[in-house]
């Protein structure tokens, strides 16, 4: 059971537009979510995240969304360009000790030049 | 600083061979994951570590093994290797395992079971 969905296998954005990324999630437990951007033959990398208590944060180009009710998150990328085309992940966690990532399956984002 | 080295990138193993797959870390990171990632699906945490000689389970841990021995080192056996373990593994870090606190990648060793 997914408890943490990306719907979207991809998306292909022209560049100088926004790109939108989605991601639902279905543990009510979640506190915290991240996005990983994850180039080919690399690891994933930290690209941004939020807490539960916000519903925006924003860090330059990008900012996530969070709508609790619905358990929807989306990450916005404005303006895209060539060299964010990655693997973007969606990871949730739960209070504890050691926060244990529950990630979804990726988004492959394409900017066309 | 190189972060976190996983050896070796790429590994073909036949069915009932053993391996260990090394990861190391240079940012005195407190904590330690092991995560594998199927194609087409997210990553899924094997086992994690809170510190030298503190391991535990996570979601996937059948078939593998770890220890940590000391603070940089965290290396994932894998006994009696299966198709099923086809996939690529991951290993990361983190200064604590608090929420707002980053996992740090190394870039993957993608290893095949035949």
């Known amino acids: 059971d997914q408890q943490v969905k990306q719907n979207s296998p991809s998306l292909s954005v022209q560049e100088g537009r926004i790109s939108i990324l989605n991601c639902d999630y279905t543990n009510s437990m979640f506190d915290y979510f991240l996005w990983y951007k994850k180039y080919p033959a690399e690891g994933p990398t930290f690209l941004i995240s939020?807490?539960?208590?916000?519903d925006k944060n924003e860090d330059g180009r990008f900012t996530v969304f969070l709508n609790k009710s619905a358990k929807h998150l989306s990450l916005h990328i404005v303006p895209s360009q060539p060299g964010d085309s990655a693997v973007y992940f969606c990871?949730?966690?739960?209070?504890?000790?050691?926060?244990?990532?529950?990630f979804g399956s990726g988004t492959q984002l394409t900017v066309l030049p | 600083n190189a972060g976190v080295t996983q050896t070796p990138k790429f590994r073909i193993l036949k069915i009932g061979q053993s391996m260990t797959l090394q990861c190391t870390q240079d940012m005195n990171h407190n904590y330690m994951y092991w995560y594998r990632q199927d194609p087409g699906m997210g990553l899924k945490l094997i086992y994690y570590?809170?510190?030298?000689?503190?391991?535990d389970k996570g979601e996937v841990p059948n078939g593998y093994n770890v220890s940590r021995s000391t603070t940089e080192d965290f290396p994932l056996r894998l006994e009696l290797a299966a198709p099923s373990q086809t996939s690529v593994y991951f290993c990361a870090s983190s200064y604590s395992g608090g929420a707002a606190d980053t996992q740090y990648f190394g870039p993957g060793t993608r290893l095949t079971v035949l």
């Open positions: 570590s809170v510190g030298a000689g503190i391991t």
């Open positions: 990871a949730a966690s739960a209070g504890g000790s050691a926060r244990q990532l529950t």
């Open positions: 939020i807490s539960s208590i916000k």
